[in-house]
């Protein structure tokens, strides 16, 4: 009699690939990755023989080349004498400066909204309802154009803030004013903010390939750690003492001195002071101009994303049990030690994953700023310098290779954090 | 002592609850002013409420709704409502009606679209709403061909070949499937249906198209535009992707190891760049790997892209399901001696699906807010390139406000009816036994 746990008598025959279990994997392995290779080879070649029949070939040269176009907005300086390189650089770093700014801006005011939304007042947790609905509903670029036409139909021309010697004979005010006690002007070009400026500059230093880092900044950044360092140092003591003695020591004016006294001395000696916009004949001068087309996208990016985020937050609170709460009430714990040791640990876990997968989808949506022609890397790279060159294929290549670092080092960075959370299970 | 008169014999009547502890009061002392924050919500609420209002409400009601430029439309308003009074001007939404719609689609075959919606409905019912008879699904299996049909015209052999071709695919799978199982049935099925489709098939149809003349007038996809450009990039994405989302997302569960790391390629790759560098690889990039010479339908391109892109979301979605199933579904499925494809068609995906159903709902919401980015591949979508178009009319020269809202209500419609149906769908699968 042979048994069902028998092993086969025969040996190996061709049909085993098929129907045998252990050899049906490999084979269905094998087969699609010689259809994949099969497949890749097909696009290469078609590739070659694409750009062969054009008179083109395939390489990155064109990048060191002059790029000869202007732009607006840029970080680090640039002329149109520089390279295409140099441009792209500019375009990732805007891209990269509205997005993490976008971040920022959408992740304090989703929380707010997803806390709001939850609220008892029933008016409120309307009003923010009818703002996500509203904000997740309609496609993003509707936003940005709507923000983009908001910014340069609406408010005044530069001239209209002007106050001629004839109108103020006249006794007339003129027929748009600045906001802040006359500091910031929004005008139809851009939003004219005063801008931080020091009577005895130390000067700037070039860090090699024309990136001047200011020693202003560098002094104060390094004046405000040290400061934050001692301040952090001058409360591990005082806690010390008071574990030891009992007594805590009076902490609160020599926090305040440690925190603001270095940094004030410090300005006060680099004589600092704001650069306010002053109307000439045309146009202000002076101060610091951002671009509407800046301004219209952080803002749209910024609204549309935060219903997004606020909905995620929402979903975190309403994720813990109300025992929770209770449950740390009942180990006497205060109000601001549970939130901080027990909701807030078991809400972040379900809040942060979706959180992250929404700042890359910010990121990505940036590219929506050929919309309102800010300058990042796909109008850079993958704008004026694929169109100045026709070199589509690497500029395009080249374009999804920076966006997939981007977004994989997020995401691995997010896989990091998710192990590391992790509940234990079997 | 019987005179106790003191006592009272019957019960006094209740006394009325105290004004703040009843009706209205009640309710906007308790939702309303609970605590001094509260209070300073809810003024503030009520402000920007009333500011929002009192700012939109002249322009929306000073509307204008028969006029044929925008300078008739402010002489009728400034007439009506003084010189001072703004209004909206409605009526490049009614003179152009049909381009935000229908875009440049000839006006005599305006039917042909018709019938092809009114059909998305009927092959639609059956998947929706199961109180419906079964075999209706077999007309919305075939409504794609017959609506590429109605709405790019041609003769009507070619898509009864693409359908002779999947009709081989069916019948040889079905009859080979017990005997060699799934995978190997499925590839000799498609293979024998692709060499159907690029031998055989464009002779039979000449020869069917000389015998019997059934075609319709052809229509370029530089005319398709506004909202039924939308729909016809949104429905098909959505419909394709989710079955290839459902594979890539079983892909990379997959214990073989180069079958997985290939979805996990694709996933990534495809998860990690915007959409708009996808769409400028459909415009721009495609011709280069194709073979020399090959140059199909860009709104096909876009699609295929677009699918891929959502397909992509909508994988990580279920993958999201998978996880969430316990360990012990996948082994009584194994105890039951079910193998690998009846465990997922019966036990696994029904589960999977359930648990990812508003993911899928707000990847399309997402799919289909994204039709729009195909303005920027020069595709007359209804929020750019319609609207621009209309723009450059001098007669409606500065309209922007109209067409952004007209826009923004119609995609608000569609995305928060699906949002909403998705609520109703997980109502009613909701099989809670705790």
């Not at chain 1, 026709?390 to 977004?407: A, D, K, N």
């Not at chain 2, 494809?341 to 899928?360: N, T």
């Not at chain 2, 209804?382 to 809202?405: C, F, H, Q």
């Amino acid at each position: 009699m042979a048994l069902a746990s028998d092993p086969p008598k025969a040996g190996f025959r061709l049909s085993m690939l098929i129907y045998d279990t252990r050899f049906r994997s490999i084979t269905i392995q094998i087969v699609v990755l010689l259809l994949f290779l099969a497949g890749l080879v097909w696009l290469l070649n078609n590739a070659y023989v694409n750009l062969e029949a054009k008179g083109k070939d395939f390489n990155f040269s064109f990048l060191w080349t002059r790029a000869g176009y202007d732009l607006a907005q840029t970080l680090i300086p640039y002329s149109n004498d520089d390279t295409h390189f140099r441009a792209l650089i500019e375009g990732l770093l805007n891209t990269l400066l509205v997005s993490v700014l976008g971040c920022i801006l959408a992740t304090i005011l989703g929380t707010i909204i997803g806390v709001l939304r939850l609220s008892q007042n029933w008016l409120v947790a309307r009003i923010m309802t009818v703002y996500v609905e509203t904000f997740r509903n309609i496609p993003l670029l509707l936003w940005i154009l709507l923000m983009g036409t908001i910014l340069a139909e609406t408010r005044p021309v530069p001239k209209d803030f002007r106050l001629t010697e004839a109108m103020k004979a006249a006794g007339e005010e003129p027929k748009a004013s600045m906001w802040f006690f006359d500091s910031v002007a929004v005008t139809n070009r851009g939003t004219n903010l005063p801008a931080p400026a020091f009577d005895h500059s130390l000067g700037v230093v070039d860090l090699g390939w024309n990136l001047p880092v200011s020693l202003n900044a560098l002094a104060i950044l390094a004046v405000m750690s040290a400061s934050f360092w001692g301040w952090r140092r001058f409360m591990a003591r005082a806690k010390a003492v008071q574990e030891a003695t009992g007594t805590r020591p009076t902490t609160w004016w020599p926090s305040l001195l440690i925190l603001f006294a270095p940094i004030s001395a410090l300005l006060y000696g680099l004589g600092f002071h704001l650069d306010y916009p002053q109307i000439t004949k045309f146009d202000f001068t002076g101060g610091f101009q951002m671009l509407h087309s800046f301004t219209a996208l952080l803002i749209a990016l910024t609204l549309y994303t935060a219903a997004f985020i606020a909905e995620i937050v929402r979903a975190g609170i309403q994720a813990i049990s109300r025992g929770q709460t209770e449950a740390a009430y009942a180990l006497g714990l205060r109000p601001g030690r549970t939130m901080s040791l027990v909701i807030l640990p078991q809400a972040l876990r379900v809040i942060v994953p979706p959180l992250i997968s929404q700042f890359l989808n910010l990121t990505k949506n940036s590219s929506l700023a050929i919309a309102v022609s800010y300058m990042d890397l796909r109008g850079t790279l993958g704008g004026i310098t694929l169109n100045q060159t026709g070199r589509e294929l690497e500029c395009m290549l080249l374009m999804m290779l920076i966006y997939l670092t981007i977004s994989l080092t997020i995401s691995s960075l997010m896989n990091l954090y998710n192990k590391s959370i992790k509940l234990k299970e079997r | 002592m019987s005179d106790t008169s003191f006592v009272r014999t019957e019960m006094l009547a209740p006394r009325p609850a105290p004004v703040s502890q009843v009706g209205a009061i009640k309710w906007m002392r308790e939702n309303l002013f609970s605590g001094p924050l509260n209070t300073a919500l809810t003024v503030f609420g009520l402000l920007a409420t009333v500011w929002l209002v009192q700012a939109a409400a002249p322009w929306l009601l000073h509307g204008v709704w028969n006029a044929n430029s925008l300078t008739e439309c402010r002489a009728i308003i400034a007439e009506r409502w003084g010189p001072e009074a703004t209004g909206a001007c409605w009526a490049v939404i009614r003179v152009r009606w049909n381009q935000f719609l229908f875009g440049f689609y000839p006006v005599d075959q305006y039917w042909r679209l018709f019938v092809t919606f009114a059909g998305l409905f009927l092959a639609l019912a059956p998947v929706l709403f199961d109180a419906l008879p079964r075999k209706l699904i077999w007309g919305t299996l075939l409504y794609p061909l017959a609506a590429f049909w109605l709405l790019w015209g041609g003769p009507i052999w070619g898509p009864v070949s693409v359908l002779a071709g999947f009709a081989i695919l069916g019948l040889l799978f079905t009859a080979l499937a017990p005997k060699l199982g799934v995978p190997v049935s499925a590839g000799i099925g498609l293979v024998v249906a692709a060499l159907f489709w690029l031998y055989a098939a464009a002779p039979i149809e000449a020869a069917l198209q000389s015998a019997l003349p059934l075609a319709l007038p052809e229509v370029d996809s530089d005319q398709f535009g506004g909202f039924l450009l939308a729909l016809v990039i949104g429905v098909t994405a959505i419909v394709v992707s989710l079955p290839l989302g459902i594979l890539l997302a079983l892909g990379r569960q997959s214990d073989m190891l180069i079958v997985k790391s290939l979805s996990v390629g694709i996933i990534e790759f495809v998860r990690g760049v915007p959409l708009i560098t996808l769409l400028f690889t459909a415009s721009l990039l495609l011709q280069y790997f194709l073979p020399p010479g090959t140059n199909f339908d860009l709104i096909l391109r876009v699609v295929i892209l677009v699918t891929l892109f959502a397909a992509a979301y909508i994988a990580e979605v279920i993958r999201g399901g998978l996880a969430a199933l316990p360990r012990g579904q996948y082994e009584a499925a194994d105890a039951l001696g079910l193998d690998y494809w009846q465990a997922q068609r019966l036990i696994i995906m029904p589960q999977a699906l359930k648990i990812s159903i508003p993911g899928i709902v707000s990847s399309f919401i997402g799919l289909f807010k994204d039709t729009t980015l195909v303005a920027f591949v020069g595709l007359f979508d209804p929020l750019k390139g319609i609207s621009n178009v209309v723009r450059s009319d001098m007669a409606w020269k500065g309209t922007y406000w109209e067409p952004y809202i007209f826009v923004a209500l119609i995609f608000f419609l569609f995305n928060f009816s699906m949002s909403r149906y998705s609520m109703y769908l997980e109502r009613k699968l909701k099989r809670d036994h705790r």
